[in-house]
């Protein structure tokens, strides 16, 4: 597994149990000084109330990739940094665009933010046996190439140019997740391979994502969507390189995330960095680009939430319409997945998109994987292409596993 360092190249992960994105200097060092929750349907802004939360607390969500003062302390040792997590859901909102269905793990906030103080504590292992039940689908594969053909049909009629569609399954587990979660955030390809738990332990989030969905420092802000799959093989790799519908299909989520970093306030002109660049996740290539703009002004967190979530990869386009679609297609919530989850430091800003990602609730695990649609889409090849991304998160956690009771 790689992490992406300041320096845009690749370097060794952090720990098993390492938050998403956590920098080298907080690796197994760091304590939970306070969080903030945010669930859908409770009031307030929730991007305005998150940066106020992280301003509190010593951190230049006002002033993003401007350093702040890192020594700060709260009575419990030097702040570290603050990881946060924002579901689709909650993008949704702070766009007020069309919300899908209820999540399928309400537990779990729609905003979660902790802030971690420094301390010399290692992360907790695995406390005992982990039984993992059969997989339940949120819908069939027949239902999943109908929604794919239903997506086609309103390219046709011109309601959108394209739209991702996400599919989600769940299965029963007893005993602790722990192992399982590492095995998912260890997979390699997995730029932000993590876990996000809460402090109770009533839920937890791995994460194997290889998307950046917004990355402040050095002065630029940047993204880096990824459209285009294609099994791992030298043939793979021809096909994927060949493609003129992948290639149409990545080029249209470039230039939405072109306007989306257009749209903030105190950002200089936006260039496209690297086009269509290939890399490998697990057993699949992938189309990667890479997308940037100077930041000429001020940027605060608030703005920056809105105007990347949802992220445009997960969504299509245009963005408001394709959310549309998405809530009338999709049987269950996106609950934790295709959101933003992350780190806020003193001096930088690094979310992933939380593809690749799985959650448990006490009682069950939860996965999610879909795909861009285009006009050119092939409804069984969707279903199959979907399958492929599930495939590794699924195998991860039933590795090494007994049979469940």
Known sequence: MVHAPASGGYSEVPPPGAPPAAPASCHARHHALRSFSWHRGDSGDPAELVTAFLEDNG???????????????????????????????????????????????????????VVWVHTEDPFPGSTGSWNLGPW??????????????????????????????????????????????????????????????????????????????????????????????????????????????????????????????????GTGPVRVDKLFAVRRWCGLWQAESVVS????????????????????????????????????????GRGVSMGALGWIGHDHLDLGLSIRTVAVDGSRVHAWAGGGITADSDPEAEVAEAAAKAGPLRAALAGGLTAFA
């Open 59 to 113: 951190l230049p969500v006002r002033k993003l990739g401007r350093s702040a003062d890192k020594n700060q302390t709260y009575g419990h040792g030097a702040i570290c940094g603050a990881s946060l997590y924002v579901s689709a859901d909650a993008g949704c909102v702070m766009i007020n665009a069309t919300p899908g269905g209820p999540s399928p793990v309400p537990v779990i906030p729609d905003v979660y933010a």
């Open 136 to 265: 339940a689908e949120s819908w069939s594969p027949r239902q999943h190439a109908d929604a794919v053909q239903r997506v086609r049909d309103a390219i046709g009629r011109g309601d959108v140019y394209q739209v991702n569609v996400v599919g989600h399954a769940s299965a029963p587990y007893t005993g602790d997740p722990t192992a399982a979660l590492r095995r998912v955030a260890t997979l390699p390809g997995a730029r932000y391979g993590g876990i996000l738990a809460a402090p109770d332990g009533r839920w937890a989030i791995a994460t194997a994502s290889p998307e950046t969905l917004v990355e402040v420092r050095h002065g630029r802000v940047l993204t880096r969507p990824i459209k285009g799959t294609r099994p791992a093989t030298a043939q793979g790799r021809r096909e994927l390189l060949a493609s003129a519908k992948e290639r149409a299909e990545h080029i249209m989520i470039v230039d939405l995330e072109r306007n989306d970093l257009a749209r903030l306030p």
């Open 293 to 332: 703009a100077p930041l000429a002004g001020e940027v605060g967190l608030a703005d920056l939430l809105r105007a990347v979530c949802p992220g445009g990869s997960v969504t299509g386009a245009p963005k408001i319409a394709a959310l549309e679609q998405i809530a009338a297609l999709e049987p269950v």
